[in-house]
């Protein structure tokens, strides 16, 4: 049974460009999320969808973030342009959703570096 | 009032001791309360929860105790063992299932000494 699924693992690019991770949620689960974690702020829910539909983005930080979940499998997060503040640990979990399922699972996550 | 706040930052506890995390919130709409372990380079993932209508809960080394009326909730890991170590975050979500949004503390890191 696989579990959240992040690419890539690590990512290293350079200030200006731009940068795609990509999430494919756990079969099954209508909700999903995308998370920041550094050390600074910890951990920050930046987005979530329900049923491929954005619910919440006030936590994106600004408009060079966006999402998108153009289906139940599949979700991207993208920064255009990348800066050297965005280097931090990307999260994407999901969640059956409904009443009475509060688990969420998260996947590996994506180390950005922004150099 | 959206936040929880969690305490300590960090905490070392020699093997065998008891590991205590509090974490306090304001939100009296909030109705359940998680603990998510995180080891190194991997994700959270959900250890334990609690909701409002128990004091206590227990699974194994693992204890949540809950305080409704003074909004604070605490995660008690029994005889500490290095493998514990590890960053917890407490969590809390609010009532019924328009939304699954959930709010973190800003996270504990655990090391137990052998």
């Known amino acids: 049974d696989a579990g959240v699924i992040q690419s890539p693992r690590h990512e290293v690019t350079e200030m200006g460009q731009e940068v795609t991770l990509r999430c494919k949620p756990i079969s099954g689960h209508n909700s999903l999320f995308w998370y920041r974690q550094t050390m600074m702020r910890g951990l920050e829910l930046l987005i979530y969808?329900?049923?491929?539909?954005?619910?919440?983005d006030s936590g994106m930080p600004e408009d060079r973030f966006s999402a998108k979940m153009p289906n139940a499998s599949f979700s991207t997060l993208k920064i255009q342009p990348s800066e050297p503040r965005d280097s931090a640990v990307y999260f994407c979990?999901?969640?059956?959703?409904?009443?009475?399922?509060?688990?969420?699972?998260f996947g590996p996550g994506t180390r950005l570096t922004v150099l | 009032q959206q936040q929880v706040k969690q305490s300590p930052q960090s905490l070392i506890v020699q093997k065998g001791g008891i590991s205590i995390i509090n974490c306090a919130y304001e939100n009296t709409a909030f109705d359940y309360f998680p603990w998510y372990q995180q080891f190194p380079g991997k994700g959270p993932a959900l250890l334990i929860a609690?909701?409002?209508?128990?004091s206590e809960k227990k699974e194994g080394r693992f204890t949540i105790s809950f305080n409704k009326s003074a909004k604070q909730f605490s995660l008690h890991i029994m005889d500490s063992q290095p493998g514990d170590s590890a960053t917890y975050f407490c969590?809390?979500?609010?009532?019924?299932?328009?939304?699954?949004?959930?709010?973190f503390g800003t996270g504990t890191l655990l090391a137990v000494q052998p």
């Open positions: 969808f329900n049923n491929n539909v954005p619910i919440d």
């Open positions: 969590a809390a979500k609010g009532r019924g299932g328009a939304t699954n949004k959930l709010i």
């Open positions: 609690i909701r409002p209508d128990v």
């Open positions: 979990a999901s969640i059956v959703g409904g009443l009475g399922t509060d688990t969420q699972y």
